[in-house]
């Protein structure tokens, strides 16, 4: 891998050597200009071998090289084939680079749908419990309101038929008793009183005018006072006969 880092090669031969392989890095030698790999097992080139833009010349016969890579390379005879080799072979190490960087873009792209997939049904699943929660919760407050809803029924059925039991135990004990006779209102006592009140203190008036005013000498007047002494006379004598009365129970 240190081999990597030599990156102010110009010219390397590294004919006859068995390699079976070059490192996956060898890109890295990017001022590398003749590069000679004569007598190899090699049978691929890394995707970084597009990455080495100034080489010249490349010299890759007797390798047990793919089809495609075969063709592309040819062959190596002089100095014109090998530095066409050389040019032919980064452009197809550069086409299979672009292919794989396709190929990645695509597996990104895949794994992000399949990411962007699976958070959309992590939500949709989410969801759904949030729902069925919310589901179980409204199932669980009408049950409850149904269970209240009974319970406040059947109490105020109860209230009834203790009611109804009560009534019925009360009645005879309420019949056996007497009626009373209904009492008068206050009211209407009261207003009557007013009314007698209101007529005696008129004939008051009505005598007390015709006895100390000179309405005295008018005939209505004059019909007042002799009815006013008769009263009097009446008076005086039934008690003159109370008198008598008490007077003969005592003897």
């Not at 072979?89 to 299979?96: E, G, R, S, T």
């Not at 309420?174 to 009261?190: A, F, G, I, L």
């Not at 007390?208 to 000179?214: D, F, G, I, V």
């Not at 000498?217 to 008076?235: F, G, R």
């Amino acid at each position: 891998s240190d081999f990597c880092s030599l990156m102010h090669l110009v010219k390397l031969d590294l004919s006859k050597n068995r390699l079976q392989q070059l490192p996956l890095d060898f890109g890295r030698l990017v001022n590398l200009q003749h590069l000679d790999l004569l007598n190899n097992r090699l049978v691929t080139l890394p995707v970084s071998f597009a990455q080495l833009k100034n080489l010249k010349w490349l010299d890759l016969k007797d390798n047990p090289l793919n089809p495609v890579l075969a063709k592309v390379a040819g062959d190596c005879l002089d100095e014109k084939q090998c530095k066409q080799a050389a040019v032919k072979v980064l452009q197809h190490m550069k086409a299979i680079q672009s292919e794989e960087d396709r190929q990645r873009q695509r597996k990104l792209q895949a794994e992000r749908e399949m990411e962007k997939k699976r958070e959309a049904e992590q939500r949709a699943k989410e969801a759904l419990e949030r729902e069925l929660r919310k589901r179980e919760k409204a199932e669980e407050k009408e049950r409850r309101r149904r269970e209240y809803d009974a319970q406040k029924a059947a109490k105020q059925e109860m209230e009834k038929k203790t009611k109804k039991e009560t009534v019925h135990t009360r009645k005879p004990a309420s019949s056996s008793r007497p009626t009373q006779p209904p009492r008068h209102k206050p009211s209407w006592s009261r207003s009557v009183l007013r009314v007698l009140l209101f007529v005696l203190f008129c004939i008051l008036c009505t005598l007390a005018a015709c006895k100390l005013t000179e309405l005295q000498h008018q005939p209505l007047c004059i019909s007042v006072n002799t009815l006013y002494e008769d009263v009097v006379a009446a008076l005086q004598n039934h008690k003159t006969l109370q008198n008598m009365l008490q007077h003969n129970s005592h003897q």
